[in-house]
């Protein structure tokens, strides 16, 4: 009997099976809506609490940081005026985490909707996604997978 690589049969599965592998299951997630991030962005998403919020403005992502006792997670975001300019952000989002934090994990889909960019290593915890053309990232302070799978878990995008 001859075993079937694996690519060939991955290449038969439906999509469906594929979307298994996104990372914290966001392509299940609902959507977000409008553009109150103050209101978009929860106060608290699992045991963290937002202790620092600065509204987006023209070319600039919004910012935010949770805290949940010595675990901080920084967040960026954003809402693209077209597919186009979020393709750009995140390829942008891409080359600076390239460059600055190196990595042997990392996990990258940026054709898919959700799209995403998934880091892990010594230097860096670090995971950003799209919700149709909302962006954002989540960064853990000192590298910390855990602190950035829990609060994960939780984000409701």
């Known amino acids: 009997m001859k075993l079937i690589s694996s690519a060939f049969f991955l290449s038969f599965l439906p999509a469906v099976f594929l979307a298994i592998m996104i990372p914290y299951n966001i392509s299940e997630r609902r959507q977000p809506a409008g553009n109150d991030f103050s209101k978009l962005l929860p106060l608290k998403v699992g045991q963290f609490n937002r202790v620092e919020y600065k509204d987006p403005s023209p070319g600039l992502d919004g910012e935010a940081t949770y805290r949940a006792g010595s675990k901080e997670i920084f967040m960026l975001f954003s809402k693209a005026d077209s597919k186009a300019d979020l393709r750009e952000t995140m390829q942008t989002i ?7 934090k190196t990595t042997e994990a990392r996990t990258i889909e940026l054709k898919a909707d959700p799209a995403f960019i998934h880091f892990i290593g010594p230097k860096i915890a670090f995971f950003a996604w799209t919700r149709g053309l909302y962006c954002f990232s989540a960064d853990s302070k000192n590298a910390d997978k855990k602190s950035l799978d829990e609060f994960m878990t939780a984000f409701p995008y």
């Open 94 to 100: 891409l080359d600076e985490v390239k460059t600055n």
